[in-house]
């Protein structure tokens, strides 16, 4: 009677295998990222890198000859991306994120870019400024008045640009700002609101 291999011995080797072809492609590519940061170190230089980063710059931008400075393109997109913004950063990010009833006027516009850096940032979520100041900076008008309202010291909700750092009551390890009660997204309600309208919304976080 013949030995016939076992599962577990085929199992290992085929992950010997795969691992055989995996590795080089693996230093290939780590080779050509070191490349790229002899020149573009700055962009992950940052408290948060972008996890794009560490999958490797061919990533995101593979329509780019390496071989030539500067770099001849061979994509129709700009900085050699492989597809538009909102296109790219859909093949991992869930789409249904940008797709409630409620669109914030930036992702509708496919450009994810405006408030966040692809690369690294020192800022919650890789935004491109302090989270409030960024908010603020599209929404002026908000320090015009009380937000939301007025109280007995008439000047409004915090808005999370204080010079005194609040935390996010629901969200723990994350700062207090205009994201921890409108979602920076979209929504299913007015306004881009997280949790409801009005009180609903209040007593997430204040006691009735």
Excluded at 46 to 71: D, F, I, R
Excluded at 134 to 141: A, E, T, V, W
Excluded at 177 to 191: F, M, N, Q, T, V
Aim: aromatic share 4%; hydrophobic share 35%; net charge positive.
């Amino acid at each position: 009677m013949k030995n016939t291999p076992s599962l577990k011995a085929n199992l290992a080797w085929a992950l010997a295998l795969s691992f055989a072809f995996a590795l080089p492609v693996l230093a290939q590519n780590r080779d050509k990222d070191k490349a790229c940061l002899e020149c573009h170190a700055a962009v992950a230089q940052k408290k948060v890198v972008h996890a794009a980063v560490h999958m490797g710059c061919n990533s995101c931008h593979n329509e780019v000859e390496l071989n030539t400075v500067p770099h001849k393109s061979r994509s129709k997109t700009a900085k050699e991306r492989s597809a538009e913004n909102a296109a790219m950063c859909a093949n991992c990010h869930d789409k249904k994120l940008f797709e409630g009833k409620v669109v914030h006027a930036p992702i509708a516009a496919g450009e994810c870019n405006d408030c966040h850096d692809p690369h690294a940032s020192d800022n919650l979520g890789l935004l491109k400024k302090e989270p409030a100041t960024l908010c603020l900076d599209c929404h002026p008008d908000i320090k015009k008045g009380p937000h939301v309202v007025a109280g007995f010291t008439r000047s409004g909700h915090p808005l999370g640009d204080e010079k005194k750092e609040a935390k996010d009551p629901l969200r723990p390890g994350k700062k207090f700002y205009c994201g921890s009660c409108h979602e920076p997204h979209s929504s299913e309600r007015p306004k881009l609101n997280r949790f409801g309208l009005g009180m609903v919304a209040c007593q997430k976080c204040h006691e009735k």
